[in-house]
Nanobody, 123 residues
Framework: QVQLVESGGGLVQAGGSLRLSCAASGRTFSTYAMGWFRQAPGKEREFVAAISWNGGMTYYADSVKGRFTISRDNAKNTVYVQMNSLKPEDTAVYYC????????????????WGQGTQVTVSS
């Protein structure tokens, strides 16, 4: 069993920054890819970013490319997403997910999910 716990969400003004963290326990974190997804009210859950098991490959949605940076610290069993230049359209619940080893844009390739953390960007 795997437990994923996100933290770092909150309310921020447009143009501001937040760093989300996701701490994993219960499995060998360092052998799995990690992803971040988000879901706004009334919308489908969408891909944000992913990182391979060793951090060698990263993937981003076009909507966040150049503003968000995903990283991981395998010694701490934690994955991060640094979010800069935030926009009101980034408002959503952000979820981390674990699965595979290469990283994927598809939520169907992830086996475990956290409970989510709310990010609200005011205009």
């Amino acid at each position: 069993q795997v437990q994923l716990v996100e933290s770092g969400g909150g309310l921020v003004q447009a143009g501001g920054s937040l760093r989300l963290s996701c701490a994993a326990s219960g499995r060998t974190f360092s052998t799995y890819a990690m992803g971040w997804f988000r879901q706004a009210p009334g919308k489908e859950r969408e891909f944000v970013a992913a990182i391979s098991w060793n951090g060698g490959m990263t993937y981003y949605a076009d909507s966040v490319k150049g503003r968000f940076t995903i990283s991981r610290d395998n010694a701490k069993n934690t994955v991060y997403v640094q979010m800069n230049s935030l926009k009101p359209e980034d408002t959503a619940v952000y979820y981390c997910a674990l699965g595979g080893f290469r990283g994927s844009y598809s939520r169907h390739d992830y086996d475990y999910w956290g409970q989510g953390t709310q990010v609200t960007v005011s205009s």
